[in-house]
């Protein structure tokens, strides 16, 4: 202990965290523990809500879909995204602060609105309806997971974008002319030089989108279906529907280490935290 | 592989150099502004020669290695290496070195996967990569540092290792794009005598771009001067220094005393009243009746003399008012204003025997007719 008070010395400058650690400690760490301590039995000390979480049937099953959903919307987004925030760094300071508007239009539209326009769009006889009607097929989005995907990508863009903005063009282009002029195909050069820089970047979006994804709560519950629900919708079932605390707060602990264990990984991955801390300022309202 | 591929150890014999020659033939690289980067310009680069396209910036002399390189691509004209026309070769199908002001070290690789990276590019064996990396470390002194990566290094070893990888390859030539821009003084002149040292033992040509006249001087076996996207004067250090051709030169290359002359002809100048002789075979060929014509002379020709009494027969003079004495270390200099009107400043460098000068004295300025030079513009 004396070495470990020792590195925590008092200093004055951390009086300046005072006020976030109490609010954090009120507005999460309190719930937090709270729904741990539902979790395990609230003093019984139980597994058992644990237990049902693999044995019940549906946690399972709507974990995995998910997962699969999150991975989509991620892929989606990062695939969307790279050429996107590729394109940011290579245009002049106006089209750059064009293509940032553009990106987080999303943001700066009320829940709501977004959600019911993406209804509009996607219901039937809705655009999207008529347009694949064209080629004769009958296709409606609304009410599915693809759906979902879909206006979840839209949310979600600006998290993969702006990591990946902040990455790439931290990447000195003159490495792609001197790999150039050491005998590298232009493409090459992008594979071998280019991509390598970015990974930082890439795996910041790639783990910010995915774990947002897995809580998205909004979006599944007005365009998906209840057959098809996700965790965020089965957690708000337990806990407005069946009252069922503890097991709503086991299904949150498994998500919550879920996540964790994704973050610290991608940390592990190369010093993506803090690319992590800039967007996460931004945190969408679309969370539960 | 080609006769140019790169050797280590033994210095090569001046007589079986393996360099390639680079032949601009009327390059010109228009961006469609006021005047084109690059205007006509034609230049032979002998095999192995050390060539310093030498300018001040925007005179077009890092947009012509661009287009050696092939980063650019020409508006009109063709550049040949060896003879063969390489035009419209994309920059990784030329087979050049190329070095950076920034280094432009691949920061996620180590030294020694930066130095193999041309090489594995080149789909060569790995023992032979690493025989090849391991020797050209040890020419460039860098032995040991394998396995750093370029931010764990400093500056000058940065330069080393990009040196090294631009090298490795036997390249056709070496490209340097202000290479030691980013270093301070007293590393400049280390890697100076490393790229010279380097040049002699590879013997393949280098094509060396700065701004800066004394690097130039230093390093090159031929300096192409260029001013506003044309060569202003193409030749050894000592010609370009010695015998301008223009003002410009003059100016350029070492500090210079400038008087802008009223009349110029074959025997005489004519500087504010001043009747100046003249030797023919220090007039620049450009100087033309009734054009523009300056006479410059060097600080270190020029002489002071307490008056017009004392300045020998064969030399030119004009009054002067010191302003100034600088110590430079192994020498010191007087700052003068020349001529009635005191509006031509010029330099002298002082020998012992001047050191008793006082500021705001005057004297007179003499340098020998054959030290001064007369030049267009």
């Known amino acids: 202990m004396p070495g470990l008070l020792r ?22 760490l309190v719930p937090l523990g709270n729904s741990f301590l539902r979790s395990v039995g609230n003093g019984d000390w139980t597994l058992r809500h644990y237990e049902s979480l693999f044995t019940d049937g549906v946690t399972m099953r709507v974990l995995v879909r998910t997962a699969l959903t999150a991975a989509a919307v991620t892929v989606i987004a990062f695939l969307l995204g790279y050429p996107y925030a590729y394109l940011m760094t290579r245009v002049g300071p106006r089209m750059r602060g064009v293509l940032l508007i553009i990106v987080l239009i999303p943001f700066w539209t009320s829940v709501m609105a977004r959600n019911y326009a993406w209804i509009v769009i996607l219901q039937r006889n809705g655009p999207v309806h008529s347009f694949f009607e064209l080629f004769g097929l009958d296709v409606v989005l609304y009410g599915t997971v693809a759906g979902v995907t879909v206006a979840m990508s839209q949310v979600l863009l600006p998290f993969m974008v702006l990591p990946l903005f902040s990455a790439l063009s931290g990447i000195d282009r003159r490495l792609l002319l001197a790999a150039r002029g050491l005998g590298s195909h232009p493409l090459v050069a992008f594979w071998k030089i280019y991509w390598p820089l970015s990974r930082a970047g890439v795996v910041a979006g790639l783990i910010l989108v995915f774990t947002l994804s897995l809580g998205f709560y909004v979006t599944p519950a007005l365009l998906g279906s209840p057959q098809q629900s996700l965790v965020a919708q089965l957690l708000g079932q337990r806990t407005t529907l069946l ?12 998500v919550l280490v879920v996540t964790l264990v994704l973050v610290a990984w991608a940390n592990r991955l190369g010093g993506t935290i803090s690319a992590i801390g800039v967007v996460a300022a931004a945190r969408t309202k679309d969370q539960p | 592989m080609s006769a140019s591929t790169f050797r280590t150890a033994e210095p090569v014999p001046a007589s079986t150099r393996a360099g390639t020659q680079i032949r601009l033939s009327n390059v010109t690289k228009d961006y469609g502004l006021t005047h084109p980067a690059v205007d006509d310009v034609s230049l032979t680069i002998e095999p192995g020669e050390f060539m310093t396209l030498l300018g001040p910036s925007g005179s077009g002399k890092t947009t012509t290695l661009n287009l050696i390189a092939g980063f650019e691509t020409l508006t009109t004209g063709a550049i040949s290496f060896d003879g063969v026309d390489v035009s419209r070769l994309p920059p990784h199908k030329r087979n050049l070195g190329m070095l950076f002001q920034n280094y432009a070290l691949f920061p996620h690789m180590t030294v020694a996967q930066n130095v193999a ?4 590019e080149r789909r060569m064996s790995k023992p032979d990569i690493a025989r090849k990396v391991a020797e050209v470390l040890e020419l460039v002194q860098l032995t040991g540092r394998d396995g750093h990566y370029p931010a764990q290094l400093s500056g000058g070893q940065q330069q080393r290792v990009a040196l090294a990888r631009a090298i490795v390859f036997g390249p056709t030539a070496l490209l340097l794009d202000e290479p030691l821009g980013a270093l301070d003084r007293n590393l400049r002149a280390t890697l100076q005598l490393e790229i010279r040292r380097i040049h002699r033992e590879v013997g393949s040509t280098f094509v060396f771009v700065t ?26 250090p000592e010609a370009l220094y010695r015998s301008p051709e223009t003002l410009f030169t003059a100016r350029f290359l070492g500090d210079s005393t400038v008087f802008t002359l009223s009349q110029a002809t074959g025997t005489t100048a004519v500087w504010e009243g001043e009747v ?26 020029v002489r002071i003399a307490a008056d017009r009494d004392a300045v020998p027969p064969d030399a030119n003079c004009a009054a002067a008012i010191v302003r100034d004495i600088e110590y430079m270390g192994a020498y010191r200099t007087a700052m003068l204003s020349l001529g009635g009107a005191g509006n031509v400043m010029g330099r002298a460098r002082l020998d012992a025997l001047e050191s008793d000068l006082r500021i705001g004295q005057p004297v007179v300025a003499w340098w ?10």
């Open chain 1, 243 to 254: 009252l069922d605390f503890s097991g709503a707060g086991a299904l949150g602990m498994l």
């Open chain 2, 368 to 377: 020998r007719v054959d030290r001064q030079r007369v030049v267009a513009g």
């Open chain 2, 276 to 301: 100046w002789s003249v030797d023919s075979r220090t007039v620049s060929g450009l100087v033309r009746e009734g054009r523009p014509a300056a006479l410059v002379v060097r600080p270190e020709d």
């Open chain 1, 7 to 28: 590195r925590l010395r008092p200093r004055p400058q951390w009086l300046l965290l005072v006020p976030a650690l109490t609010l954090l400690a009120w507005i999460l």
């Open chain 2, 211 to 236: 701004h800066d006249q004394e690097e130039a001087m230093n390093l090159s076996d031929r300096i192409a001067l260029f001013n506003d996207g044309r060569i202003e004067q193409l030749g050894r």
């Open chain 2, 117 to 120: 990276y041309p090489l594995r």
